[in-house]
């Protein structure tokens, strides 16, 4: 059974903080948010405050695992696979009482998610996959500089992010030795025979500035998955939330919902809304819709305002 929850300084206050114990491991996990339950995996820098959680906590039940190994939580050796997380983390998502939920993966966790969804079929649906590492082009090596190198490659506009924090030696350690371990090779070709296997609607999504990977790493996943969908997010690096989640703009005082340019806004259902292009440019827009209407069903209903006309 999960823990009783206690609020956690630097958290957004909606987020509560919960432990339950799974497959040998006392598992850390951040739980906000009501309806259709989703489960996010992390990227290399653990379980963090993440305006991705906050934004999808809007519309479901968002449950965030501590991936074991990593963060707080103690020196993984029992782990000997992405598979093995994998596991571990159907058991945690199997003692929370979830029968079918969606999963939400960032960066190095996509191997997880993507067992998850082969070894799950008939649980795991929709699946997410954020910047995925999961498939590398031949030849590919880890970046590696200092911070600053490190920023130009994961950001589209480092000079607009904040100041990295170093990481504790003792936490670092521990995360080399765990993806040192359970990532194997660049290649996990037992996973991409099995890609054709998954059931999941899956979306994948790559920055246009990915300095990481190349983006046009997302048509191989198309191309294996059967229900795949692929999208890139302009002008975003590879943490794509850092700065196209980051603006999503509800100003709650008024209902206002304000964009900039290559921003994420995130209307919940039944907001009346307007797109408004002030000036000559082209504007592009990509609709997402969670959950999916259902068939025969408008996605939305357009109104057309002339200026001195009233409607009632």
Not at 105 to 127: G, N, Y
Not at 248 to 255: E, K, P, T, V
Not at 281 to 299: A, S, W, Y
Request: negative net charge.
């Amino acid at each position: 059974m999960p823990s009783t929850p206690r609020r956690v300084e630097g958290i957004a206050p909606a987020f509560a903080e919960r432990f339950i114990q799974a497959d040998g491991f006392r598992m850390r996990y951040l739980e906000a948010g009501q309806g259709n339950p989703v489960v996010v995996l992390h990227a290399a820098h653990g379980l963090t405050p993440s305006t991705l959680n906050t934004l999808l906590a809007q519309q479901f039940r968002v449950i965030a695992f501590e991936i074991p190994g990593f963060g707080r939580s103690p020196v993984n050796e029992r782990s000997q696979s992405m598979r093995d997380l994998a596991h571990t983390l159907a058991e945690a998502v199997t003692a929370l009482g979830l029968d079918r939920y969606g999963v939400v993966s960032t960066t190095i966790s996509a191997r997880i998610a993507l067992w998850q969804a082969i070894d799950l079929q008939e649980r795991v649906d929709p699946l997410v996959l954020i910047s995925p590492s999961a498939l590398l082009p031949d030849g590919w090596t880890a970046p590696s500089g200092t911070a600053e190198q490190l920023a130009k490659l994961l950001y589209a506009h480092p000079e607009k992010m904040p100041s990295p924090q170093p990481e504790d030696p003792e936490t670092s350690a521990k995360h080399r030795a765990l993806m040192s371990r359970i990532r194997g090779s660049n290649c996990d070709p037992e996973l991409e025979r099995r890609l054709a296997d998954i059931k999941a609607a899956t979306l994948v999504l790559f920055g246009t500035r990915d300095g990481v990977l190349p983006p046009a790493m997302g048509r191989i996943y198309v191309e294996r998955i059967p229900n795949c969908y692929y999208a890139l997010v302009y002008d975003a690096g590879h943490v794509i939330e850092a700065q196209s989640a980051k603006r999503y703009g509800q100003d709650r005082s008024s209902g206002d919902y304000q964009r900039t340019d290559a921003s994420s806004v995130v209307l919940p259902a039944g907001i009346v809304h307007r797109n408004w292009n002030e000036g000559p440019g082209v504007e592009k827009h990509i609709t997402i819709l969670v959950p999916e209407p259902p068939n025969g069903e408008p996605f939305d209903y357009s109104v057309d305002i002339r200026r001195g006309e009233a409607f009632s």
